[in-house]
């Protein structure tokens, strides 16, 4: 085994998520902590958990259960639970997990160096979740996982209260980073090859650090800093302003890509969910964005079986998807959260309904996804390369600016730059492609086109060390709209 400590970190849940375990990861590295995907072999094995769902949680429990019997054989091992599950349920957690060792709340988590250290010192049990409101300051820059595409957090916590959701209790108040912090971050990332950020807020929109909104933020860190792509989420549909428009429609580096998650297509149901527009206000958005931004992607959330809802609420729901003609939407049957407004109402649609209702949405956006992707047939598309596809390592996998992915097939020098590609092929979730410009790649603003990234980038495939296979709907989840 080696001198230095190793860690193996198991993450579900949304990018949020991935980020916190990128910047804990980032901070165990700094104080000499080595990774590891083998659980045998850790001295430190971390669970960070999502609780947006009961089958989330339910399935991240699961996890830290089988952990047990590898802690009786090795006592010396240190468990650690960490984020929203361990923000909601916090000394709970110790009282009936008796293997675990500590539990880290949301933004206790930069002191995950200083604390494991404690408790491989001292062997108590600690619950760190005193620090809802408090500012994140971690010690060290954040170990990404992903060397072409990086995730950079904008801002913590939410301050709307959709009456379904939990996160305002496990992620506190919101509170947005400084935006020269979050461009110099930016600019950092640009200078170390990163091709594409994702700017990450449960609520974008409602960015402010007190001198800058979303769209002067999303301005100053396109301003010459080198990044090629850059994305956000999650957008509230209440909050999307035209100005938020106009700055994707005239900055080059922000890419066509809005998800809105719309929740539901019942004013009445969305009126319940407190989501603070209607369904015409929901139009009249998509229409706004459409008539700037023609062939922007557009992307949602959907939630069916909501406590009250109707069959009447439902082809409601069905009709908006018709009408929208989202480019792909994340569905869910509706679960109580504890603690929130909605769990004391009856949840009076039964499970069986639910499931019908998923069945027919998930038949309904399928079908429209093929239409809209198959309108692609034939166009050109810029496509970031990622990797190697999962299914064939003779072919590329990238995306499009509007965040769709791309088979093509090309030499591996392609990895980490932007192509040229005409749509050959399309499906409801993939585009098959092929290089419109022979082995040209396309060079746009970034000006580290050499970047050692280029041969050595892992794709979507690299995904953290330790990290269990996922359900396709958790695998892509958005942050906490659900
Ligand atoms: Fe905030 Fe989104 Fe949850 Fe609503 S659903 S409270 S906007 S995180």
Redesign the pocket.
Known sequence: MSERPTYCLITYGCQMNDADSESVAGSLAARGWLRTDREDDADLILVNACVVRRSAEQRALGRVWQLAPLKRRRPDLVIGILGCLAQKDGQSLLEKLPHVDFVVGTRDLPQIGSLVEQIRETRQRIVAIGSIDQPLAFEASPLRDDLLRAMVTIMYG?N???S??I??RTRGRELSRPAEELAAEVAGLARGGWREVTLLG??VNSYNDGRHDFPDLLRLIAQGNGIERIRYI?S?PKDHSDRLIEAVATTPQLCENFHL?AQAGSNRVLERMN?GYTRDDYLRLIERIRRALPDAAITTDLMVGFPGETDADFEETLDLARAVRWDSAFMFMYSPRDGTPAAQWPNDVPPAVKKERLQRLIQLQEAISAEVNGALVGRGQEVLVEGPSRRSDRMLMGRTRGDKVVILDGPPEWIGRTVEVVITRAAAHTLFGASRTGFQPVQKQNPHPTSMHEVEVPGSEGKIACQPVQPQQDAHAT????
Not at 479 to 482: D, K, L, T, W, Y
Request: proline fraction near 11%.
């Open positions: 939410c709307n209260d959709c379904y959701c996160v305002p449960q609520n999650t509230h998650p989501r942050i906490g709209e659900r």
